[in-house]
């Protein structure tokens, strides 16, 4: 399944990635810190890059990437912006683009192949899934795997009201969130489920790819059942999301 998922998603993960990398050594610049007050943050433009590289089985990739993640956050606000940390956040930030650049997408000419995992046929279906996580890579690896698992899944941007109103509609037996959203805060977004009519009822997991010391002191800090590492790959994190649902076989 993980090769499968890496050659279906890898030219959109390169693309975007060389984006990110692209943005984030620009938001270095000098001038940048007085105009930056509506860009992403480098260190979740790194984290982003890290989750999804997670997701599609690139763990040399992930690790930079949370590598530059940490470099960027040592630059945040005005006295970390020092020239020390500026040179060292850029310097992991181009060896993640060292690593991206060294991945090969297949050519636009090759054929696109059909290489999504084929749902099990005559498989019950287990339990309702809702993603909530800003890319759309993630959404669509995930998605994909678990509905080839025999579980409806669906996936929702980093939209608070429009999270809500899909928990309220699908009814999901579990709620998947990521840890770091430019657009919606994961602790007013549990919060708010926590406090709908049938939210107790709700196992909500803290999707994360930050490193697992972070991941467990912001689970702690919020009203979640769990954390589930990206970096568990793929077939790891449909096997957890499985044993946690109802009508799951051991």
Not at 231 to 238: R, S, T
């Amino acid at each position: 399944m993980l090769d499968e998922l890496r050659a279906e998603f890898l030219p959109e993960f390169v693309r975007g990635s060389r984006a990110r990398i692209r943005q984030a050594l620009a938001l270095l610049s000098p001038t940048a810190a007085a105009n930056s007050e509506n860009e992403m943050p480098i260190d979740e433009l790194m984290h982003t890059i890290a989750g999804e590289a997670a997701m599609i089985g690139l763990p040399e990739v992930a690790t930079a990437a949370r590598t530059a993640q940490q470099a960027a956050k040592r630059c945040q606000g005005p006295q970390g912006r020092t020239p020390l940390a500026l040179i060292g956040c850029a310097r992991a930030i181009r060896s993640l683009a060292l690593l991206v650049d060294g991945l090969k997408p297949a050519s636009p000419g090759e054929p696109e192949t059909n290489t999504g995992p084929n749902r099990r046929q005559g498989a019950p279906e287990t339990g309702r899934v809702l993603l909530v996580d800003d890319s759309p890579i993630n959404a669509a690896v995930l998605c994909g795997a678990l509905e080839a698992a025999a579980v409806q899944a669906i996936a929702v941007r980093d939209d608070l009201e429009h999270a809500l109103s899909q928990v309220a509609e699908f009814r999901p037996h579990i709620v998947l969130i990521d840890a770091i959203m430019p657009n919606l805060d994961p602790k007013t977004l549990c919060q708010r489920i926590r406090a709908m009519p049938a939210g107790a009822g709700i196992k909500l997991l803290l999707f994360t790819a930050l490193a697992a010391d972070e991941a467990q002191q912001q689970a702690q800090q919020l009203p979640v059942d769990g954390l589930l590492s990206k970096d568990g790959g793929i077939e790891g994190i449909v096997n957890s999301v499985r044993s946690l649902l109802p009508g799951a076989q051991s």
